[in-house]
């Protein structure tokens, strides 16, 4: 990803509210961790699973923040069980930035990541995870903003998932 | 020692804390002898201490009690690493251990029935004051004295199985429910609005 849609993408994240993220970090999305970290408005919280990146971000959001969790699409098998009873069953809004490796539009693609990638969307409308697949950076602070206010308006967690230029 | 007991001692010391429960029998007990607006009853297992450390991160100046049980915590040592790294001072754990998977009906044993030291992992995960409680007189000096200080503090509660809550009425308030009412209680006593909550 070019460091401008990283800034970008930051910002968007910024304008829309977000001021606490829990993650992990993973290869598509990674230039966002420094301008995270360096951003004295955002509060970024490491987690050891993005189970626990799930509910730590819950938590900060029914205190009163605006919680975006970031990970990689395999975490969204990882924390599907703290994704469907916190954020869908108790009902709380997180915004999941998503870097979606292995679909058809990831850039990076490979045997590796295919099957994981194969799985991603049918798992999120298993678990009525509503998503917008973002491949370029038009719209993307419009899209961004668009997204947590879904999550807002359903009280459930909404996901952004990453490809395309973002995974180069 | 039961941990009704020790569930009684803490709620005549609940003035302003938020107390997150998970999923065990120590929720029913709790949701029975405490109707603080500040109680927050997740429901799963394995999630009561994470959406607990959320709090405790979002709202540092509030102290965050989570009830946590041994299946729980098992279900998501993860925790452990985080707490120790992060040690978010305004928070304090009590992990009732009973060594046995008692909401099943069947009371198979735990790993810390066996070989497995909860407060030992904590305290390795990096969280100093992580302790195991055995008698309910430690629960009163070093369990109920945690609360009044400024540091994160791990309890490991050995209690002895009980099925208490199995005679106790549940409680009939649905997790949305509980939900606003614990969110609507932060509202006033933080003076601020919680953002997803908007306008209708």
Not at chain 1, 130 to 151: T, W
Not at chain 2, 6 to 12: F, G, N, P, S, T
Not at chain 2, 181 to 199: A, D, M, Q, S
């Amino acid at each position: 990803m070019k460091d401008e849609l990283a800034k970008r993408l930051v910002q968007g994240l910024k304008d829309a509210g977000i001021n606490f993220v829990t993650y992990l970090p993973e290869t598509r999305l990674s230039q966002i961790l420094p301008l995270l970290r360096d951003d004295p408005d955002i509060e970024l919280i490491g987690a050891a699973s993005e189970q626990e990146a799930v509910t730590i971000a819950a938590g900060a959001t029914l205190g009163g923040k605006q919680a975006a969790v970031y990970m990689e699409n395999t975490g969204i098998y990882v924390s599907s069980y703290s994704l469907l009873t916190i954020g869908k069953q108790l009902g709380v809004p997180i915004l999941l930035v998503v870097g979606y490796l292995g679909g058809v539009p990831d850039q990076r693609n490979s045997f590796l990541y295919a099957t994981i990638g194969r799985h991603t969307i049918p798992t999120l409308e298993g678990l009525g995870i509503d998503y917008m697949l973002l491949n370029d950076g038009e719209r993307l602070e419009i899209n961004i903003g668009d997204a947590m206010r879904a999550a807002n308006a359903q009280r459930a967690p909404y996901a952004l998932l990453f490809a395309g230029e973002f995974s180069v | 020692m039961i941990r009704h007991e020790c569930l009684e001692l803490l709620a005549v010391k609940i003035t302003d804390q938020l107390v997150v429960t998970s999923q065990s029998g120590q929720r029913i007990e709790w949701s029975h002898l405490s109707k603080h607006e500040g109680n927050l009853l997740v429901g799963m297992m394995g999630c009561g201490i994470g959406v607990a450390m959320g709090l405790a991160l979002a709202l540092p100046h509030r102290k965050v009690i989570a009830l946590d049980s041994d299946g729980s915590v098992l279900l998501s040592l993860f925790n452990l690493a985080t707490l120790g790294n992060l040690r978010p001072k305004n928070l304090v754990i009590y992990v009732f251990d009973n060594g046995v998977y008692s909401g099943s009906r069947i009371s198979y044993p735990t790993a810390t029935s066996g070989n497995t030291d909860l407060a030992g992992m904590a305290r390795s995960a990096g969280i100093v004051n992580a302790h195991t409680i055995r008698d309910i007189e430690d629960f009163k000096d070093r369990g109920m004295e945690a609360l009044s200080r400024g540091e994160l503090a791990f309890f490991v509660c050995k209690v002895e199985e009980s099925l208490l809550h199995r005679e106790i009425p549940r409680p009939n308030t649905d997790l949305a429910e509980n939900k606003y009412t614990f969110v609507r209680y932060l509202e006033r006593t933080e003076g601020k609005t919680i953002p997803f909550l908007g306008r209708g």
